[in-house]
């Protein structure tokens, strides 16, 4: 089993950065696949990023590819989400989660452990 503990969230004007980062307790992080996941008001949690289990891999939704960059270091148990030129549309709580599977996971449904999440607000 394993806990997860984001954080990293804020405020920030358009255009701007923020790193989230998810920090794993338990053992084996390496063994999971991690994700980021974000819930804007009103709508349904979507996939936003996903690396496997070495990091050799990644995968982004569309409207992220080019701004974000997921990474990870096994030897520190901790997930980051680089989110550069943010837009309001980026408003969302943040989650990681974390899958036992060993494959591209876009489906939340597939993650078998998630964080309480971090408010990213990005004003206009």
């Known amino acids: 089993q394993v806990q997860l503990e984001e954080s990293g969230g804020g405020l920030v004007q358009a255009g701007g950065s923020l790193r989230l980062s998810c920090a794993a307790s338990?053992?084996?992080?390496?063994?999971?696949?991690m994700g980021w996941f974000r819930q804007a008001p009103g709508k349904e949690r979507e996939f936003v990023a996903t690396?496997?289990?070495?990091?050799?891999?990644?995968y982004y939704t569309d409207s992220v590819k080019g701004r974000f960059t997921i990474s990870r270091d096994n030897a520190k148990n901790t997930v980051y989400l680089q989110m550069n030129s943010l837009k309001p549309e980026d408003t969302a709580v943040y989650y990681c989660?974390?899958?036992?599977?060993?494959?591209?996971?876009?489906?939340?449904?597939?993650?078998?452990?998630w964080g309480q999440g971090t408010q990213v607000t990005v004003s206009s």
């Open positions: 989660a974390a899958a036992t599977r060993d494959l591209i996971a876009q489906v939340a449904g597939l993650y078998d452990y």
């Open positions: 338990g053992r084996a992080f390496s063994r999971y696949t």
């Open positions: 690396i496997t289990r070495s990091g050799g891999i990644t």
